[in-house]
């Protein structure tokens, strides 16, 4: 598995960033409903990440999500924390 | 096994079984959802061999064990978050409900501290680890020092704390002086 990469998905939609773990069972929900809805995303591993980089991006989470916890799902100035696929869905209708 | 293979069904198998076995003996419940907690196994062996130790394959360690002792699993939040939400953060565990199938496991809040607010042995408690000796209320005599499994409460009168907690299966390293 990539630390890091990007997946396409519809020009219509805005594009997510997804912060997960790799070992985490409710990462992959997550992203498989991201795949499921067509939405473009960025995404990161945090425990794939060497030191440097990883306390680098663990600032972003932070900004986001003080409890420093995964998923962490970053949409258009929003952010949603945890598998909440009706959030998520709704999130991105509007 | 080398870091880079990937881990065997089997083997994942094999510690699920025992896993269920420990709970089941001692009260506790594994998902019953079965694909998931077989993920949840395999993210336990994968930071097993990542690590040396099998932590929460839902929360990031630090690989430096001494601070990620309260997240090795069983973690030492899974008991308040079992009467809580009804199962553990990463829902390996889950209470009677879950598992009959009158409620649904939703998103566990994280109850442990952030990276910044956490001292010593992981959580933020200013806790007396094992082997630490904890200052006794003035005049209070114990014939034998009191230990305290913090994953499941267990307490026991002792010289030193036993190697597996009876209970809950952690080891030594997860029990603080009590009394």
Redesign the interface.
Same mark, same amino acid.
């Given at each position: 598995m990539e630390a890091r990469g990007s997946v396409s998905g519809r020009q219509d939609r805005p594009r997510i960033r997804f912060y997960g773990? /790799?070992?985490? +069972?409710?990462?992959?929900r997550t992203r498989q409903l991201l795949e499921d809805e067509g939405i473009p995303f960025d995404y990161v591993y +945090?425990?794939l990440l060497d030191d440097d980089e990883r306390e680098q991006v663990?600032g972003e989470v932070?900004r986001w999500n003080? /409890?420093? /916890?995964?998923p962490t799902l970053v949409l258009e100035g929003r952010c949603i +924390?945890?598998?909440?696929p009706e959030e998520i869905k709704e999130a991105l209708r509007s | 096994m080398k870091r880079g293979d990937a881990i065997a069904k089997s083997e994942v198998e094999a510690l699920a079984v025992r896993l269920t076995n420990e709970a089941e003996g001692a009260g506790y419940h594994l998902n019953p959802d079965r694909d998931f907690t077989l993920g949840l196994v395999e993210g336990l062996l994968t930071n097993a061999r990542r690590y040396g130790y099998q932590v929460c394959p839902c929360r990031l360690a630090t690989g430096n064990k001494e601070k990620d002792l309260d997240i090795i699993c069983p973690c030492d939040y899974r008991d308040a978050d079992l009467v809580d939400w009804g199962a553990c953060y990463c829902a390996l565990y889950v209470g009677d409900a879950v598992l009959v199938g009158t409620k649904k496991v939703g998103p566990v809040p994280e109850r442990r501290p952030p990276a910044a607010e956490r001292v010593g042995n992981g959580a933020a408690r200013g806790v007396v680890p094992a082997g630490k000796s904890l200052p006794l209320p003035s005049g209070l005599v114990v014939a034998l020092p009191v230990w305290r499994c913090r994953v499941c409460g267990y307490l026991c009168a002792r010289e030193a704390p036993p190697g597996v907690c009876p209970i809950c299966k952690a080891k030594a390293e997860r029990f603080e002086r009590f009394l």
């Open positions: 773990l /790799s070992t985490c +069972v409710w990462c992959r +945090v425990d663990m932070r003080p /409890s420093e /916890s995964f +924390v945890g598998y909440r | -």
